[in-house]
């Protein structure tokens, strides 16, 4: 059964340092997303990504955060700057375009800003 | 506005005893959908339930969805230590069917 996956599965990083983290959405999806949760609290929504375009963003998802999708198969999150607060689960999911909408997870990249 | 809020926040229960968790939320929705997270894990999938629908089943899954009362219900008949995880609705209300997730119920089945 296709399936999102997602690397790393663990990220380490300094504050301040750069880190983008990387998605393969099921290959004939169309709609991505990436949502994150900060341990112990709810999934919140980042952004979603359209036909090559952030259809809309959370207020989380500051001028710090980028969203691209380089090729046919990879989405990225990219946080320039990271802050210690960014610590937290990265989950990307996609869609199908139409559909009655169910979004399929990938298993996490887990962040730590030391 | 918050979406999707849980209740009861902690559920323990016997293996082969039902699970009931309830969702309510705010805004119109398109549809509802129920995710279960092991413990430092991915989200799966469980089911999802359009507006114009009213009950659903999968397996040992029953859903509910009373769009006037803005809530829903998950039952698990029949639990086994293998559903011990957190479960979370998630309301998409958005034309972009971005997620809304609650804070999620934790569910632990004693064997």
């Known amino acids: 059964e296709p399936e999102v996956t997602q690397t790393p599965s663990h990220q380490v990083t300094q504050m301040g340092q750069e880190v983008i983290l990387r998605c393969v959405p099921i290959?004939?999806?169309?709609?991505f997303y990436w949502y994150r949760q900060i341990l112990g609290q709810k999934v919140e929504f980042l952004v979603s990504f359209y036909n090559n375009e952030i259809s809309e963003k959370s207020e989380i998802f500051d001028d710090q955060f980028s969203v691209e999708r380089p090729d046919g198969s990879n989405f990225t999150l990219k946080i320039r700057s990271t802050k210690l607060e960014d610590s937290a689960m990265y989950f990307c999911?996609?869609?199908?375009?139409?559909?009655?909408?169910?979004?399929?997870f990938g298993p996490g990249t887990r962040l730590t800003v030391t | 506005s918050q979406q999707g809020e849980e209740d009861p926040q902690a559920l323990s229960i016997q293996e082969g005893e039902n699970a009931t968790m309830n969702c309510s939320y705010k805004?119109?929705?398109?549809?509802l959908q129920w995710y279960r997270q092991n413990s430092g894990r991915g989200l799966v999938h469980l089911i999802l339930?359009?507006?114009?629908?009213r009950e659903k089943h999968s397996g040992r899954l029953r859903v509910t969805l009373d769009t006037s009362k803005k809530s829903s219900s998950l039952l698990i008949t029949a639990s086994r230590a293998a559903d011990t995880a957190s479960y979370f609705c998630?309301?998409?209300?958005?034309?972009?069917?971005?997620?809304?997730f609650g804070a999620g119920t934790t569910v632990t089945v004693r064997a």
């Open positions: 999911a996609s869609r199908l375009a139409g559909g009655v909408g169910e979004q399929y």
């Open positions: 290959s004939n999806h169309l709609y």
């Open positions: 998630a309301t998409d209300a958005s034309n972009d069917y971005k997620l809304s």
């Open positions: 805004t119109s929705i398109n549809n």
């Open positions: 339930i359009r507006s114009n629908e």
